[in-house]
């Protein structure tokens, strides 16, 4: 069974870079996205980003000029980089898989990382 | 695509039938799942193509539509389903979430 784990500071100042890495265990990168989804506390969910195998990457339009997304096919571990942050960008983030055919099918998720920004 | 679910929050109690909406601003063929969130932990993928129930997940949870207009449906409320409950497209970018809806218990 597929399990992401993952991993990356969790307390930040405002302008620092915050940087998150979703090792992925028992499974292939092959025929898949996989995506960055953060949650800020007591909100909503938001997708931020998502990259194949081969490195194609896609990212939400609100936070594409800050973010970027890594693949290492050799370790089995996707990373995410968020430039500039501030308070706002205080979440928990998710890595998980998705299917390259849609349906929606988002699965599994790691178990999420909180990021806090605060001076 | 802006997802819009509704209720916002749904008071039940053991046993009810439930029904969740999710609505898109545009069609979006079956492109649309509903996960199920409680608190501390990552959403868990519940129905996917809008209706296929996911592998594990109890036959009481169900799902239908297509195009705009979506559904999720728990046929008997059981104690462990009181969550938060999310639509998300995966049509076009950027995937898009409904804003949640809460179920607790009456």
């Known amino acids: 069974q597929v399990q992401l784990q993952q991993w990356g500071a969790g307390l930040l100042k405002p302008s620092e870079t915050l940087s998150l890495t979703c090792a992925i265990y028992?499974?292939?990168?092959?025929?898949?996205?996989w995506s960055w989804i953060r949650q800020p506390p007591g909100k909503g969910l938001e997708w931020i980003g998502e990259i194949s195998q081969r490195g194609s990457t896609n990212y939400n339009p609100s936070l594409k000029s800050r973010v970027t997304i890594s693949v290492d096919t050799s370790k089995n571990q996707f990373s995410l980089r968020l430039t500039s942050v501030t308070a706002a960008d205080t979440a928990v983030y998710f890595c998980?898989?998705?299917?390259?055919?849609?349906?929606?099918?988002?699965?599994?998720w790691g178990p999420g990382s909180l990021v806090a920004v605060s001076s | 695509i802006q997802m819009t679910q509704s209720p916002s929050f749904l008071s039940a109690s053991v046993g009810d039938r439930v029904t969740i909406t999710c609505r898109a601003s545009q069609g979006i063929r079956n492109d649309l799942g509903w996960y199920q969130q409680k608190p501390g932990k990552a959403p868990k993928l519940l129905i996917y193509?809008?209706?296929s129930l996911e592998s594990g997940v109890s036959s009481r949870f169900s799902g239908s539509g297509s195009g705009t207009d979506f559904t999720l449906t728990i046929s008997s409320l059981q104690p462990e389903d009181f969550a938060t409950y999310y639509c998300l497209q995966d049509y076009n970018y950027p995937r898009t979430f409904g804003q949640g809806t809460k179920v607790e218990i009456k």
């Open positions: 998980a898989r998705h299917y390259s055919y849609g349906y929606g099918r988002f699965d599994p």
């Open positions: 193509a809008a209706s």
């Open positions: 028992n499974g292939s990168f092959s025929g898949y996205y």
